[in-house]
């Protein structure tokens, strides 16, 4: 049974940090692009950023561009993002996505989903 778990959420203050990790079992993520999408309430869930299967390219959404920074570790089988100069509006429920590494950075197919960690950052 695949599962990707989330963790590392929580409040932070305007211009504050957090780290989030996503770990994977059942599958190995050297075989997936691996993402992070966020949703926050009343809209839709947005895509975030996501690193091929060899951690060396990289895609970021514009308003999370200079501020975030995604990484992955595929011996602990386990993917992270740096969030740094946190707002307001970053304040959603994170999730960590895979999609098969085939189809690139730019053509992703989610595959598997975890159950999202909440960030919620004061003003």
């Known amino acids: 049974q695949v599962q990707l778990v989330e963790s590392g959420g929580g409040l932070v203050q305007s211009g504050g940090s957090l780290r989030l990790s996503c770990a994977a079992s059942g599958l190995w993520i050297s075989s997936y692009t691996m993402a992070w999408f966020r949703q926050a309430p009343g809209l839709e869930r947005e895509f975030v950023t996501c690193?091929?299967?060899?951690?060396?390219?990289?895609v970021y959404a514009d308003s999370v561009k200079g501020r975030f920074t995604i990484s992955r570790d595929n011996v602990k089988n386990t993917v992270y993002l740096q969030m740094t100069s946190l707002e307001p509006e970053d304040t959603a429920v994170y999730y960590c996505?895979?999609?098969?590494?085939?189809?690139?950075?730019?053509?992703?197919?989610?595959?598997?989903w975890g159950q999202g960690t909440q960030v919620t950052v004061s003003s």
């Open positions: 996505a895979a999609s098969p590494a085939g189809r690139g950075l730019k053509n992703l197919k989610t595959d598997y």
């Open positions: 690193v091929s299967w060899s951690g060396g390219s990289t």
